[in-house]
Structures are given as structure tokens and as C-alpha cells.
């Protein structure tokens, strides 16, 4: 079975960090770009970035909206994909979640439960 | 504002056909970029319900199709039921964003 899982999200403070961890079961985590999308409280799917496999440069794209503030990057001996995301905003409060997917025009599946992500003081 | 535009809200009976609308623009789904749909059930994750215009994951039933027509999209949804009352939504390229785009949202409503 295909299985994506995401943890690390909590209660943070504005200006702060947070990193978030996404793992991958049932495929072979190296071969396929890594997305991040995220979908604050009763609102719409918002993407946030990817990450392409070794095989295609291992690059990154984000939204403008968290260029400059979040990174995602990858361990493929692990089957581990990270968002850091730095100088966080009241704005960034969202479900993040982990999804498979190629590049910028491929369907996303599976997606992982969602990690909540909220930031306050 | 996204630059996928989705109705807010449908509604049906059961046994009824609806579809959704997704209508973008020459920089997206006029571009001839893919459009995918998600079907996302109350307090669960987005599911892929439609890939690359018109295709079916395995496993999701053939009374939901979706079509692609210059810079608009549809996804039509046959024999309603009450399980697929839900949030659906678009996704494609948009090429003077570059970047992923969805669009708001559609709740769909079984009456």
C-alpha cells in the first residue's frame, strides 16, 4: 500500500521556525518529486513547493507566497522529504500536507493525514 | 483570487448528475496543461479523483468523468449519492505564475 505520513507541526510564534517531516511507504521514494501543499482553516488547497528527484536535478519550486522563507529538501536513504519553514507568519497557519506527484503537472497522489501547522503568539 | 475559478456550491438529489466547472485561462488549462480533481470528504486529506484531464485512478468509480474544453474544465459526477457529498476542487499549471494552481473549491451538496 502507497502511504505518505507527515509529522512535526505544532504551535509556534511568529518569526520563528518550525521543520516539518514527511516519510513514504509501498513506493520508491527516490523516483518521484515531493510536494508540500497546504490548506489553512476552512479554506482552499494552496500549493507551496516540490522537489524533484536526484534523477532530475533534485531542484526545488516554491510559491510565491513562501519563496525565501521555506525550503524543502530530501534524504533518499531514508525515504524522508523536509519543509523548513523560517520566519513564520500568522498567514502560514494551515493542515500541511505530503503528496507524491511529478513535477509541475502531475496529479498528486497519495496524500498523508496532514500535519497542523499554527502560528500565534 | 486563483486562477482556477470553481462555483462555491452545487447541489443534486440522489440518482442525479451534476457537474463542476473549473474555467481558467491561455496561460493554464487553454495552454493544454493536465487538470487533475480532488475529492476531499469532511475533515479528511484531498484524494485524487480525476488525473490528466479524463483518467480514473483505480478504484474510483466511473460514475465520475471529467472532461476539458478550450480554457475551461468539467467534472461530472452521475448517479449522486450521498457519500459524495464533499469539497472538490481543480488543479493545472498556470505558466505566467509558474506554479501550481487550484482552484477554490466546490462543495457539493446531496439534497
Known amino acids: 500500500e502507497v502511504q505518505v505520513v507527515e509529522s512535526g507541526g505544532g504551535l509556534v510564534q511568529p518569526g520563528r521556525s518550525l521543520r516539518l517531516s514527511c516519510t513514504v511507504s509501498?513506493?520508491?521514494?527516490?523516483?518521484?518529486?515531493i510536494s508540500w501543499v497546504r490548506q489553512a482553516p476552512g479554506k482552499g488547497l494552496e500549493w507551496v513547493g516540490f522537489?524533484?528527484?536526484?534523477?532530475?536535478?533534485?531542484?526545488?519550486e516554491y510559491a510565491a507566497s513562501v519563496k525565501g522563507r521555506f525550503t524543502i529538501s530530501r534524504d533518499d536513504s531514508k525515504s524522508f522529504a523536509y519543509l523548513q519553514m523560517n520566519s513564520l507568519k500568522t498567514e502560514d497557519t494551515a493542515v500541511y500536507y505530503c503528496?507524491?506527484?511529478?513535477?509541475?503537472?502531475?496529479?498528486?497522489?497519495?496524500w498523508g493525514q496532514g500535519t497542523l501547522v499554527t502560528v500565534s503568539s | 483570487q486563483s486562477a482556477l475559478t470553481q462555483p462555491p456550491s452545487v447541489s443534486g438529489a440522489p440518482g442525479q448528475r451534476v457537474t463542476i466547472s473549473c474555467t481558467g485561462s491561455?496561460?493554464?488549462?487553454?495552454?493544454?496543461?493536465?487538470i487533475h480533481w480532488y475529492q476531499q470528504l469532511p475533515g479528511t486529506a484531498p484524494k485524487l479523483l480525476i488525473y490528466?484531464?479524463?483518467n480514473r485512478p483505480s478504484g474510483v468509480p466511473d460514475r465520475f468523468s471529467g472532461s476539458k474544453s478550450g480554457t475551461s474544465s468539467s467534472l461530472a459526477i452521475t448517479g449522486l449519492q450521498a457519500e459524495d457529498e464533499a469539497d472538490y476542487y481543480c488543479?493545472?499549471?498556470?505558466?505566467?505564475?509558474?506554479?501550481?494552481?487550484f482552484g477554490g473549491g466546490t462543495k457539493l451538496t446531496v439534497l
Open positions: 503528496t507524491r506527484g511529478d513535477d509541475f503537472w502531475s496529479g498528486y497522489y497519495p
Open positions: 509501498g513506493f520508491t521514494f527516490g523516483d518521484y518529486a
Open positions: 522537489i524533484r528527484s536526484k534523477g532530475y536535478g533534485g531542484t526545488t
Open positions: 491561455s496561460s493554464n488549462i487553454g495552454a493544454g496543461y493536465k
Open positions: 490528466d484531464d479524463s
Open positions: 488543479q493545472s499549471y498556470d505558466s505566467i505564475l509558474s506554479a501550481v494552481v
